[in-house]
Nanobody, 126 residues
Framework: VQLQASGGGLVQAGDSLRLSCEASGLIDSIYTMGWFRQPPGKEREVIAAINWNGENTGYAESVKGRFTISRDNAKNTVYLQMNNLKPEDTAVYYC????????????????????WGKGTLVTVSS
């Protein structure tokens, strides 16, 4: 299984960016997909997740209303649309997959995720 995150870069505060995470090797689409980030010098945190069919989503308070997670199972890809970016959004962003049929609060727990991709760096200048 491979998860490949892409779309990071250097932007200015207020700009938008869309991250993509393409999955390969998963046996089907029955995975909760999550986006995490690790700011410089800080611990990794969950910021958004989406259930296997896209009907349920969850967001960290810090990004609610600015970030939108979505998925296209036909393309095995999950997206993170990030609007109104702030300098504090600067981080390495990771995607992860959790084998799960039901939507439960476990999406918030990093250790519930089975597969992880390498991160993509997002830098927001002020």
């Amino acid at each position: 299984v491979q998860l490949q995150a892409s779309g990071g870069g250097l932007v200015q505060a207020g700009d938008s960016l869309r991250l993509s995470c393409e999955a390969s090797g998963l046996i089907d689409s029955i995975y909760t997909m999550g986006w995490f980030r690790q700011p410089p010098g800080k611990e990794r945190e969950v910021i958004a997740a989406i259930n296997w069919n896209g009907e349920n989503t969850g967001y960290a308070e810090s990004v609610k209303g600015r970030f939108t997670i979505s998925r296209d199972n036909a393309k095995n890809t999950v997206y993170l649309q990030m609007n109104n970016l702030k300098p504090e959004d600067t981080a390495v962003y990771y995607c992860a997959a959790d084998r799960a049929l039901r939507w439960t609060p476990r999406w918030r727990k990093e250790n519930e995720y089975d597969y992880w991709g390498k991160g993509t760096l997002v830098t927001v200048s002020s």
